[in-house]
């Protein structure tokens, strides 16, 4: 009866540790939990999203703040890179999907090929600049 005792609360208190050390993480580094990817693959290394995040600034000629909203706390001056509140953030999607589907319909873009290179990248059309419309 006595091991029993101490038993349940050892587990009690095993039990309150998780739940309190789940609750505390995210503030702890900052980081959410989640990455917020809706058309990138979601199983992206580490380094191919560093890639492809500085191949999208210089293709535009920003910083990753063109598309990236600032924290909501206000104490920390990094970005969010997972929230959509910038309009930017889901004009990049819309574009990625369709420079996707120009290579893959005009240009027969295999991406399980790697020695072929995609034929239109974001560059192609921007040049350094977020307004292509604008190149001269
Ligand atoms: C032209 C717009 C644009 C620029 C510039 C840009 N990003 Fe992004 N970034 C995106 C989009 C869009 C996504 C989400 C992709 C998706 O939905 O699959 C993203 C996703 C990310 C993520 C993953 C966030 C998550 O959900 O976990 C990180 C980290 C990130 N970007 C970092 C950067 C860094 C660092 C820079 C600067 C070097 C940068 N980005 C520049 C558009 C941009
Ligand atoms: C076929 C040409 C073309 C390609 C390829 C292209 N874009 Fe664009 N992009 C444009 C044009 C044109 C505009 C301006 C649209 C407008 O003014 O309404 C634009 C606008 C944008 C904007 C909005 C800029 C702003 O000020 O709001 C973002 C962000 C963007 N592109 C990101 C990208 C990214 C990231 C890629 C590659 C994944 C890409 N684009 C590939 C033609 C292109």
Same mark, same amino acid.
């Given at each position: 009866?006595? +091991?029993?005792?101490?038993?349940? =609360?050892?587990?009690?208190?095993?039990?309150?540790? =998780?739940?309190?050390?789940?609750?505390?993480?995210?503030?702890?580094? &900052?980081?959410?939990?989640?990455?917020?990817l809706k $058309?990138?693959?979601?199983?992206?290394? +580490?380094? #191919?999203?560093?890639?492809?995040?500085?191949?999208?600034? *210089? #293709?535009? &000629?920003?910083?990753? &703040?063109?598309c990236h909203? %600032?924290? @909501?706390?206000?104490? !920390? /001056? /990094?970005?969010?890179?997972? *929230?959509?509140?910038? %309009?930017?953030?889901?004009?990049?999607? /819309?574009?990625?999907?369709?420079?996707?589907?120009?290579?893959?319909?005009?240009?027969?873009?295999?991406?399980?090929?790697? !020695?072929? =290179?995609? @034929? $239109?990248?974001?560059?192609?059309? +921007?040049? &350094? !600049? %977020? /307004?292509?419309?604008?190149?001269?």
């Amino acid at each position: 009866m006595l +091991h029993y005792k101490k038993f349940a =609360v050892i587990g009690t208190l095993f039990a309150l540790t =998780v739940i309190g050390m789940s609750a505390i993480r995210p503030a702890e580094d &900052g980081k959410p939990p989640k990455r917020n990817l809706k $058309v990138l693959p979601k199983d992206i290394s +580490h380094d #191919a999203l560093d890639s492809t995040m500085d191949a999208w600034k *210089s #293709a535009l &000629g920003v910083k990753c &703040g063109f598309c990236h909203a %600032p924290s @909501a706390d206000s104490t !920390s /001056h /990094h970005l969010d890179f997972a *929230s959509d509140a910038k %309009p930017e953030k889901n004009m990049a999607r /819309h574009m990625y999907t369709m420079t996707a589907k120009i290579n893959k319909k005009y240009f027969s873009f295999d991406k399980d090929d790697k !020695s072929m =290179v995609a @034929a $239109v990248s974001c560059k192609t059309c +921007h040049r &350094g !600049s %977020p /307004h292509p419309d604008e190149v001269k």
